[in-house]
Structures are given as C-alpha cells and as structure tokens.
C-alpha cells in the first residue's frame, strides 16, 4: 500500500446523514486521488488533490466533497449519503515520473 | 482525453490454459499503460506497466502484455494460468508526463478452472 491507509474499512450509514472517509499518507505525495468502484464500472474518479487545499473534481463529483488541510491527509465527505453512493471507495496516490500509483486498501461502504 | 475498453466482464480458463485479456486504449497523447490486478477484499496491485520504454513488458506473477501502437492495444498474457490467479484485473491509461491521473477499464475477472 505504499504507505496510504484507509478509515474506516467498513461503514453502514443511513440515507441522509453526513459520511466522512479518511485518506492517511505518509510518503508525502503532493497529488492524491479518491476513486469509487462498483461492478460493471471500474474504477471511476471523485475528487482529487494537487496540495494543500488544491482540490479539483473527477468525473462523479456529484453529492461528494473533499478536503485537504495537510499533507498527510485528504477526506472524502458524503454530505447527505444515498443509496446509490453505496460503493468500495479506494484513495491512492499520483502517479509520477518516478512513483508508482499505490491504492489504499478501500472503505466498503453501505447506506440503507 | 483518455480512455480505456476491455471488452466483456468475465473470463473462464482452465488451469494451465492460456490467459488473454484485451484492452485497447484511446488517447490525444502518447500514453502510459498499466494493468492491475485485485484479490478479493484487497486494494489494487501493479502487475505491470508500459512507459514507452520496450513495447513488450514484463510483470510480476508470469504475466506480460505488448504494446501495439497501431492497434491501440496492451493485451495481457499468460502461458500458463494457475488457480492463484484468478482475480480482477484493470487495464489503466494516463497520459505521458507529469501528475497524472489513472483512467481504468471497467474490468475483466478472470476464473481459473481445475
């Protein structure tokens, strides 16, 4: 994993409520990136960050948020969760001329 | 802007069978190439990556795919498959240079058969 850990592994949530994901990082990497995954889709980008407090959108952007008050960290908030924001979330790293892309481990996330 | 198809969602093999799996990639500039592989209820593994070096690259666990510019492909092959491989494997583009983001195909797992 390169040094990326994922909080909280697993999460059951209601619709409506709030959801924050954490992205811990300790190989200081400048970019980092928030995919969702889900059957028949692959993977597909969220949000991501080029530094602190630079975040951009990824191709489903929509009912997500993101933050990145350090380095070390870049949070993933599900301001009012669906269901269809049901997913196994994956945070990784940029890719660079001399660094690998590496993936966190996932967050299985479920809102019923 | 970059794209990547793999064509079809599941893949059947028997053991010591052959594996191919396709991907053909489009993209505005010359592009890095990747494949991944995910066990069950893990994260993403590099198992290989083209970066314009040799057109036939070489990854860990036996597997390899070739780079064809002409057919905008980065098929991966296996001689032989064992039953340890069976898994889900994404094939990834970015474009050349810089920070960049990943673009994954939708995925292909592959069983493998005794």
């Known amino acids: 994993d390169a040094g990326i850990t994922q909080s909280p592994r697993h999460k059951v949530t209601e619709t409506g409520t709030p959801v924050t994901l954490r992205c811990h990082q300790t190989e200081n990497h400048r970019y980092m990136y928030w995919y969702r995954q889900d059957p028949g889709h692959g993977l597909r980008l969220i949000h991501y960050s080029y530094g602190v407090k630079d975040t951009d959108k990824g191709e489903v952007s929509d009912g997500y948020s993101v933050s990145r008050s350090k380095t070390e960290d870049f949070l993933l908030t599900l301001e009012s969760a669906t269901s269809s924001q049901t997913s196994v979330y994956f945070c990784?790293?940029?890719?660079?001329?001399?660094?690998?892309?590496?993936f966190g481990q996932g967050t299985r996330l479920t809102v019923v | 802007a970059q794209s990547v198809t793999q064509l079809g969602s599941h893949v059947s093999v028997s053991e010591g069978a052959l594996v191919l799996l396709r991907c053909n990639y489009s993209?505005?500039?010359?592009?890095?190439l990747f494949w991944y592989v995910q066990y069950p209820n893990q994260g993403l593994q590099l198992l290989l990556k083209?970066?314009?070096?040799?057109?036939l690259v070489k990854g860990i666990n036996g597997f390899e795919a070739e780079f064809k510019k002409s057919e905008t492909s980065f098929h991966l092959t296996k001689p032989s498959a064992h039953m340890s491989d069976a898994a889900e494997y994404f094939c990834a583009v970015s474009a050349k240079g810089g920070s960049e983001k990943l673009v994954f195909g939708k995925g292909m797992k592959l069983t493998v058969n005794p």
């Open positions: 083209y970066t314009s070096a040799a057109t």
């Open positions: 990784a790293n940029g890719l660079t001329w001399d660094t690998e892309a590496f």
């Open positions: 993209s505005s500039v010359p592009p890095y």
